[in-house]
């Protein structure tokens, strides 16, 4: 008989998680490319974290995402961080090495700038102020990304201030913030206006923050992506701005890591798009 192969194991690790699209995706990659492996959810909580970690190698884990609560905590478990992950401050995507180890990375921000690319072609990141609402771990995410990417200065705005106070000392003098009530304030100036907070999700309370500031010029990403397409991304299409909506940074923060555990480099295409959907 000939002997198989053991079939490489992954999965998105979060609690909740039944709602996570990342099964959908990942499993369109691997029928796709004809990849042996298998991609599932699994709701862990935070206290049975690391055990879970330790034990999933064993199995034939590969390695895993992580997803809401378990970013954070992440760092403390890894035995092995990435800067980019350290400035950030949370880790979505570990790999399991064959030396026993667990490596932490975070692909948010390149999920967000290859999005922001993808949807926006044209945009050059000197070209003016980036504004940003929110200051959460996407926040962090996202900041660092156009920081990396050469924006000259990113206005903050968020509905607790301190949390906005507190990114501006990590990330440096690039940063000014602006009260919650005076976010609309922001748009005026900015190339780029993005949301990365929860406010216009299905279920959630609406982004109020007046958007009579943009100008055709102005690309508007919103993090969310149920709806597709958000309050304020309709408004800014009424604008004539450029918009990108969410979906796609869920996509591109997908591949580098099926990349190290599959050993195939996927693409973001509208197939991939219609399987997130599904």
Same mark, same amino acid.
């Given at each position: 008989?000939?002997?198989?192969?053991?079939?490489?194991?992954?999965?998105?690790?979060?609690?909740?998680?039944?709602?996570?699209?990342?099964?959908?995706?990942?499993?369109?990659?691997?029928?796709?490319? &004809?990849?042996?492996?298998?991609?599932?959810?699994?709701?862990?909580?935070?206290?049975?974290?690391?055990?879970?970690?330790?034990?999933?190698?064993?199995?034939?884990?590969?390695?895993?995402?992580?997803?809401?609560?378990?970013?954070?905590?992440?760092?403390?478990?890894?035995? +092995?961080?990435?800067?980019?992950?350290? +400035?950030?401050g949370a880790a979505n995507t570990l790999i399991f090495r064959k030396d026993g180890k667990i490596h932490?990375?975070?692909?948010?921000?390149?999920?967000?700038?290859?999005?922001?690319?993808?949807?926006?072609?044209?945009?050059?990141?000197?070209?003016?102020?980036?504004?940003?609402?929110?200051?959460?771990?996407?926040?962090?995410?996202?900041?660092?990304?156009?920081?990396?990417?050469?924006?000259?200065?990113?206005?903050?705005?968020?509905?607790?201030?301190?949390?906005?106070?507190?990114?501006?000392?990590? $990330?440096?003098?690039?940063?000014?913030? $602006?009260?919650?009530?005076?976010? &609309?304030?922001?748009?005026?100036?900015?190339?780029?206006?993005?949301?990365?907070?929860? +406010?216009?999700?299905?279920?959630?309370?609406?982004?109020?923050?007046?958007?009579?500031? +943009?100008?055709?010029?102005?690309?508007?990403?919103?993090?969310?992506?149920?709806?597709?397409?958000?309050?304020?991304?309709?408004?800014?299409?009424?604008?004539?701005?450029?918009?990108?909506?969410?979906?796609?940074?869920?996509?591109?923060?997908?591949?580098?890591?099926?990349?190290?555990?599959?050993?195939?480099?996927?693409?973001?295409?509208?197939?991939?798009?219609?399987?997130?959907?599904?």
């Amino acid at each position: 008989m000939t002997e198989l192969k053991r079939i490489p194991l992954a999965g998105v690790i979060g609690s909740p998680i039944a709602h996570s699209k990342s099964p959908q995706v990942h499993g369109h990659w691997l029928k796709t490319y &004809g990849i042996a492996g298998h991609y599932i959810p699994m709701d862990v909580s935070p206290e049975n974290l690391e055990s879970v970690l330790r034990t999933l190698p064993k199995a034939g884990f590969v390695g895993v995402n992580l997803t809401i609560p378990h970013k954070e905590k992440v760092m403390g478990i890894a035995d +092995l961080v990435t800067d980019r992950a350290i +400035l950030i401050g949370a880790a979505n995507t570990l790999i399991f090495r064959k030396d026993g180890k667990i490596h932490a990375d975070n692909t948010d921000g390149y999920g967000f700038i290859e999005n922001l690319k993808a949807g926006a072609p044209h945009w050059n990141p000197r070209s003016g102020p980036a504004a940003v609402l929110g200051a959460g771990g996407a926040a962090r995410a996202v900041i660092c990304s156009l920081i990396d990417a050469g924006v000259p200065e990113i206005y903050l705005s968020n509905r607790t201030r301190v949390r906005a106070e507190q990114l501006q000392r990590d $990330f440096g003098n690039r940063i000014r913030v $602006f009260d919650w009530v005076k976010a &609309g304030n922001m748009v005026d100036d900015a190339a780029l206006l993005v949301n990365t907070t929860s +406010l216009g999700m299905i279920g959630k309370s609406e982004l109020r923050v007046p958007l009579d500031g +943009l100008r055709p010029h102005t690309i508007v990403t919103d993090l969310v992506y149920t709806p597709l397409k958000t309050k304020m991304l309709q408004t800014a299409e009424e604008y004539g701005c450029v918009t990108v909506d969410g979906l796609g940074m869920l996509l591109h923060q997908a591949v580098p890591g099926f990349e190290r555990w599959f050993g195939k480099r996927p693409e973001v295409d509208r197939a991939t798009r219609t399987a997130a959907l599904r």
